[in-house]
């Protein structure tokens, strides 16, 4: 009986460690999260001319789909059917997102914004 209990916990705890990353990268994908709305909020607020010029490379439109609501922690405007409350009068770092395409990287590629290449630019 002992044997099968061990046997059962050692099972559930593998499982339970095997499906989280190990902490280190957790740890390092939430401080870019938190250095990145930080950077955000400081480009709206005291340098929107540089978040213009990054919405110049800027292509496609948002889909509401709600994923950059959740970068770090959830909004606390945002329903639970992925719509904004406040969605008219959003605050400006949400109503810039993405600035760069490394604000996209955050969520793992899933924007309806996209950004064309600096090489492609120079090209034309």
């Known amino acids: ?13 593998r499982y339970r460690f095997e499906e989280r990353p190990p902490i280190d990268q957790v740890l390092k994908r ?6 990145s709305k930080l950077r955000r909020f400081y480009l709206s607020v ?6 213009s010029q990054g919405h110049l490379l800027r292509v496609g439109e948002c889909h509401r789909c709600g994923h950059c609501c959740r970068i770090l922690f959830r ?4 329903k639970g059917n992925n719509e904004c409350r406040i969605y008219g009068q959003r605050f400006e770092q949400c109503r810039n ?5 490394r604000d996209i990287e955050l ?3 899933q924007c ?13």
């Not at 009986?1 to 705890?13: E, H, N």
């Not at 005291?46 to 978040?51: A, C, D, H, K």
């Not at 309806?112 to 034309?124: A, E, H, L, Y």
């Open 75 to 78: 909004c606390p405007f945002l």
């Open 107 to 109: 969520l793992d590629g």
């Open 112 to 124: 309806g914004f996209s950004f064309i290449p600096i090489d492609q630019i120079k090209s034309r």
């Open 46 to 51: 005291w340098r929107p001319e540089l978040v």
């Open 30 to 35: 939430r401080s870019l999260q938190g250095w």
């Open 97 to 101: 997102f993405p600035i760069e395409p």
């Open 1 to 13: 009986m002992l044997q099968a209990v061990t046997k059962a916990a050692s099972m559930v705890l």
